[in-house]
Each structure stands twice: as C-alpha cells, then as structure tokens.
C-alpha cells in the first residue's frame, strides 16, 4: 500500500463504529492526540471508546469542524461520505483525509495483494487467502471482510501475505494505494448514490492498479470491458485471470464462482505456488457467510442466503448459479438509481416465483408486471412463509435481494443472519448449521 511513515501527533477520527474505534485505539497505542467525531447523538462504540481511557475529545450529534484547528490528520471511517462542510473545512486547512487501510499501509511491512470488483469480491479474498496459506507463509485476510485489519498490525511479519478486500469507499481514502498484486475481478453501476458517475466509481477501482510499479502485477478479468480497458493504466505486469489454465475445480454454484477461484489461482501462481496446491485449496474451499451460503435442506428444498446480493448484478450473478431449477426468489430493499434491466430479463426466464419484501418492492413488482407469479409480503418472516409455500420438491428458494438493507435491518449481515434463523426456526432444525434434511 502507500509508503511507511511515522504516525500523526494529532488526529480526529470520523465515525464511532467498528472501523473508528478500531482506529482511535490504534492511534492512541502509537501515542497521537486523538479527537472522535460523529453525526449520531449515541454511536455504538462510544462506551468502548471511553473504556479506552486517555485524554480523548469526543464531539457527537454532528461533525465538529472546530476540531480540525488542533488536527494533523483525518481519519475517516468508510461508511462516512466525504461531502459536507466538515471535509470542506479540512481540505481548507490541507489536512490529508484517510481511512483505516491507510494507516494500516504506513504500519505494515508486507506484500498486500489488494482485491476489488464490484461483485464477487469477498469471496474471491477468502479464496485468496485459501490458496496462499496453501503455501509456507502466513497469511493475513482483511480490509472489508473479518477483524478490522488495524487490530491485527502489530502480528504482521515481512514473510506475511496480506490479503485485503478494497471496497471503493477505501480506496477512496488512501492517499496512493501500492499493492504487489492488485486484482480488479469487474466493474457494473454500483454506489453512485455516493460516488455521483460511474466513471468516477470505475476511478475509484483502478486506484488499485494505478499506482503500482513494473514488478507488481495486475490480475484483470479480460472478459469484462470496463476492467479490460484499465490495462492502459497500470505500470504492473498485466495477467488475465480470465486465461488461467489450468482451470481450477471449485464446490460452490455458478460460473461467477469460477470466476473468483480463476482468480485466486492467478495470485496463487504468481506467488510461487503449485497448480497442484492451488487447485487442492480451492477445492477444499466452502464459500462465504451471505454469498450464495447453503443453509439447509427440507421438504426436498434447499434454502440459500445471498444476502450480500446487494445490487442487480449481484443477484443477476446468483440466478445464474441454477439453472434449470425451479427457483423461489426473494427479492427487494433499499436504494435507487440501479440499471434493473438486465435483472428483470433474468428473473423473467429463469425464476419460478417472485417474493417482494422493503422499500423497493413496488418499483419491482411494477417491472416485474409481465411475470406468471410476483407476491408480496409485509416482512422477511412472512416472505419466508410465502417462499415455502410456493417452492417444490428439487427447487430452490434463494433470498438475493438485488437491493441494499438499510430499510429493515442493519446491514447486509443482520438481513442474512436473521434469515437463516427463520428459516431453521420454520423448519426445526436443531443442528446450527442446519445443513442436513429433516
């Protein structure tokens, strides 16, 4: 990632989640001057932050820019736009503004192999991190998937890997990500609500390449067009995963999947690794929670979780992973300014019945208007109790919502979380896996 350097005397870290914390702690173990701000009254990690002790400036209830006057730094956590007149304040006083992996970059002192995409990329990390642990150095997996990656610094080692999911949000703040092997897997409309064009969210993903120096490498999907043009951009050696052979054999459904594990061979290749090794791990590989996650069989029906389906193109992808199953859908949630067109087709030919659930289920079910069976339900509990009324034998009932969460629940996590509940309470299923037939 960016080059080393020494840690900021005065910091303020924006946000008091997960990420913010985790950096206000980090800061202060390196002896900074730590200040938090957050536009909520009552963040959830202000009782931890307090527990922390030191001489901490907490301001809550709105971004206080009056804390910029004794600041070195910002730190922003990623979930946090950088709009408004807070940031404006800061590049006024020509205050760098960073996020966690920033930090992270100046601490660590190991090879990063940074990995990006618009879909698929949790799942191609953890397979990444699959792979190379495969081989005899230790592996480090983080960024936007597991522990927040500042609260595992100080375990790295030179002879690491680190393995990091780059959402576009952190790239945004890193100031000149440097990664040995950046992988960019493909790029659709996605977060435009925050990144205002496409072009600027395509940007956004090249920053993983674009600073990178001829003895790195770049690992492009040359079958997608908007990643294939990127080449262009990047002085690293360019390697197609998409040309990878041998092809790697992975348990898990759809073509995206294999996508993801041509991929993670490629790292793996370029790390010195086996084709042996490499295909060993991949197939010993068994997915991600929320990514297309088995969570049970009954009544000759099995039941996935694809709550990380949090666009149309993701769910586009995990319709494709059935084909030729009778496939109960449920679909729907929060955000707008998606391209629906190229999911409406899917769903028209290729699912069963549709179960409409959040705040975009009548934009839905007026696209889907020309569909045999579109229902709705007033909660993810009774689309639940629809779906099994509708699945049969052989078939498949799939939540991939195609939309984001925040309108039911807390995150993708929560929606996923309190799906496979439900449907393991409907069914009975003692086991907590509930991966097995009643």
């Known amino acids: 990632m960016s080059a080393p350097s020494a840690m900021p005397l005065r910091a303020v870290v924006v946000g008091l989640g997960q990420t913010g914390y985790s950096a206000a ?47 070195d730094l910002v730190v922003v956590s ?35 192999v940074g990995i990006t995409g618009t879909n698929g990329k949790t ?12 081989g005899n150095r230790p592996v480090l997996v983080g960024g936007n998937i597991g522990d927040t990656v500042l609260d595992r610094v100080d375990e790295i080692t030179p002879e690491h890997w680190v393995v990091l999911e780059l959402s576009s949000f952190q790239l945004e703040s890193v100031e000149k990500p440097h990664v040995h092997v950046g992988v960019i897997l493909n790029i659709t409309p996605d977060h435009l609500d925050r990144h205002g064009t496409f ?17 790195d490498f770049a690992v492009l999907n040359g079958r997608d067009e908007v990643v294939r043009r990127l080449a262009g951009r990047t002085d690293a050696k360019v390697v197609w995963f998409d040309q990878h052979r041998p092809a790697p054999p992975i348990a898990l459904p759809g073509r995206h999947n294999l996508d993801n594990a041509l991929a993670a061979a490629a790292v793996g290749r370029i790390a010195g690794l086996s084709d042996d090794t490499i295909d060993n791990a991949i197939r010993s590989f068994r997915g991600v929670e ?23 193109d993701a769910a586009r992808v995990a319709l494709r992973a059935f084909p030729n199953t009778p496939v109960v859908l449920i ?11 190229p999911w409406v087709v899917e769903v028209l030919a290729n699912v069963e019945s549709v179960v409409l659930i959040g705040a975009s289920a009548d934009l839905l079910a007026e696209q889907l208007r020309g569909h045999r069976k579109v229902l709705r339900a007033k ?23 195609a939309y984001k969460s925040f309108d039911m629940f807390k995150d993708y996590e929560d929606r996923g979380r309190r799906f496979k509940a439900l449907v393991r309470h409907k069914f009975g299923a003692a086991d907590a896996s509930g991966v097995h037939t009643t």
């Not at 900074?32 to 957050?38: E, G, N, W, Y």
């Not at 799942?123 to 495969?134: K, R």
């Not at 996650?293 to 009954?298: D, I, Q, R, Y």
């Open 199 to 215: 072009e600027h969210y395509v940007d956004l993903k090249a920053r993983v390449i674009e600073f990178a120096s001829p003895t």
């Open 290 to 312: 929320h990514r297309l996650e088995l969570v049970g069989e009954w009544e000759g029906v099995r039941w996935y979780n694809d709550s990380k389906a949090t666009n149309p």
């Open 78 to 112: 990623p979930g946090v736009a950088l709009t408004g007149p807070f940031f404006d304040a800061a590049r006024a006083r020509g205050l760098s503004i960073v996020g966690d992996i920033e930090l992270f970059a100046r601490a660590a002192r190991a090879p990063v």
């Open 25 to 71: 702690r980090f800061l202060l173990a390196r002896g900074s001057r730590v200040a938090v701000t957050d536009s909520r009254a009552e963040p959830p990690e202000l009782r931890r932050l307090a527990a922390l002790g030191g001489d901490i400036v907490v301001r809550t209830g709105g971004f206080d820019a009056s804390l910029l006057e004794q600041a």
């Open 331 to 341: 679909a729907g949630g929060y955000g707008s300014g998606f391209e629906l067109g």
């Open 123 to 134: 799942t191609t990390t953890a397979l990444t991190g699959v792979v190379l642990a495969a």
């Open 379 to 401: 909660d993810l509990e009774e689309a639940i109790d629809v779906a099994a009324s509708l699945a049969r034998p052989g078939g498949v009932v799939l939540l991939s919502p």
